[in-house]
């Protein structure tokens, strides 16, 4: 077991007031769309100003606590094709290979792991990608030399959601209200987007300015009012594309300094692996559960993402699934090295000059 190396971690948690704790909370579930958010947020913090909030935006953006705020949107329900991709390398190949992965546009998270499989990333291709998700991965696969790649889309997602309860310290719960999570969701189902509804995906993607009315050149740019930004975020919303918009924290800054992926064999009908699933998604330190595919040489068919201050909470967590369960099969993959850890930026011309470069 190797646990994540990251100087720094934990500087400024001790350092936060119980006010910025619960302004953590409100930002990581959501920044309203309106003239001017953060007067609205200092309403919900008991009455300060909107300059005090902005300040306290801005210093814990500073000491990285915050990473980014902004909107956060179904890469699926965009139209675009995605997949966890897990490879093998020679160590000493390893930071060359993820170097060369983390060119391409669509890449969002590439972590090394201590495992046979030791390089697992994330990646998403648009509608328009003239070589599509499976070449793109075969592409990689050659350019970077891996010994092997496997493709490990979803298919089932039970849970997403990466949340903090600042203030308590721990994983937020299930029922908690900063709570953000799609579980029991099958495929979403992708429909063409108008020119305007992708140029708002490119404004609001954005990391949003820290001054008192962020969304009015947002509105301006899209030639809307701020009320009709509004409307339009309603509807995208509505439709599955617009999950939020909020911030996204920096886990290990915050105390979460150890991630295990989960991978477990559950064995059964799809039924029972379906019930397996909502179950394991059912524990409050398991951000993300998903149905994935096996290999001859990667049996695991269920995957659980538990974030923990040390690698034994990660471990107690798991123990206690597995009894919940009956599965024993299972192991736990250690992320060791960040590579890259971002968001996928949607319909710009990125991807189009990554794919047609010599």
Known sequence: MVKFSYLGVGAWIGRMDNTDKKL???????????????????????GISEAEVMERVRVLK??????????????????????????????ARIDAAASIINEHPGLSHNYQ?????????????SPDSRLGLERTVQLLHEMSGARCTRLLPALHLFKIGMM????????????????????????????????????FVREMQR??????????????????SIEQLREMSDVMHAAGRLRRVSAVLRHREIGFTSNAMGVWIARG???????????MAGFRAVTHCYQRPTYPDWPYNLFTMVHGRTPAECEAVLAEIS?????????ALYSTKEYKKTRVEYFTDAERLWETRP
């Open 62 to 91: 500073a000491a990285k606590i915050i990473r980014q705020i902004s909107a956060i949107f179904d890469t699926r329900s965009l139209g675009y094709k995605s997949s966890l991709v897990a490879a093998q390398y020679d160590s």
């Open 269 to 279: 009908t799809d039924a029972e692996i379906l019930k397996i699933g909502e179950k």
């Open 113 to 125: 792991r201590n495992h046979a499989f030791n390089l697992w990333y994330t990646i998403a291709v």
């Open 24 to 46: 953590l909370n409100l930002l990581q579930a959501e920044v309203p769309i309106t003239l001017r958010p953060w007067n609205v947020i200092g309403e919900k913090l008991g």
């Open 323 to 331: 009894q919940e369960t009956g599965i024993t099969d299972h192991a």
């Open 164 to 199: 903090v309860d600042v203030e308590d310290g721990a994983m937020a719960d299930a029922n908690d209200e900063i709570r953000s999570s799609e579980q029991q969701r099958g495929p979403a189902v992708a429909k063409s987007l108008t020119e305007l509804e992708k140029q």
């Open 207 to 224: 990391d949003i300015a820290i001054e008192p009315e962020p969304f009015t050149p947002i509105a301006a740019r899209l030639g809307l």
